[in-house]
């Protein structure tokens, strides 16, 4: 079997980086990560304030680098890659809108619409 099935080996360094970030900010994060742990190592007010500064840095690159990203997407003036965008910001990935039950009432939580789908299927599919 091992002639015949190919391998692929996955690294769990590479696994967890981050591959939508540009190289800059990869360093800065990774420089960000040094300092935090010789701050935990040596307890000092210097390491804690050097780390506070790369954190702000850090978190400046993303909010830059963020802006770009929306500002190229805006200028490309293409309509399938804004709304490439905005589907990929969206925080709602269930796909499952608001539910209106049996007595005009609109369902909203998860747990309700899964009882009120069940509820539906199980009688449609038991009448046949």
Do not use: T
């Amino acid at each position: 079997m091992q002639l015949y099935v190919r391998v692929k080996s996955v690294h769990a360094s590479s696994a967890k980086k981050p591959k939508w970030r540009p190289h800059h900010i990869l360093c800065a994060v990774s420089k960000k990560r040094h300092l935090w742990r010789l701050y935990r190592k040596s307890r000092s007010l210097a390491d804690k304030s050097r780390y506070q500064e790369q954190c702000a840095c850090v978190k400046k690159l993303v909010y830059d680098y963020d802006k770009q990203v929306e500002q190229s997407v805006i200028n490309s003036a293409n309509l399938g890659r804004f709304y490439g965008y905005v589907n990929g910001k969206l925080s709602c990935k269930s796909g499952v809108g608001p539910l209106k039950s049996g007595s005009n009432k609109i369902i909203v939580s998860d747990v309700e619409k899964a009882e009120l789908l069940n509820n539906y299927f199980s009688s449609v599919l038991s009448e046949s």
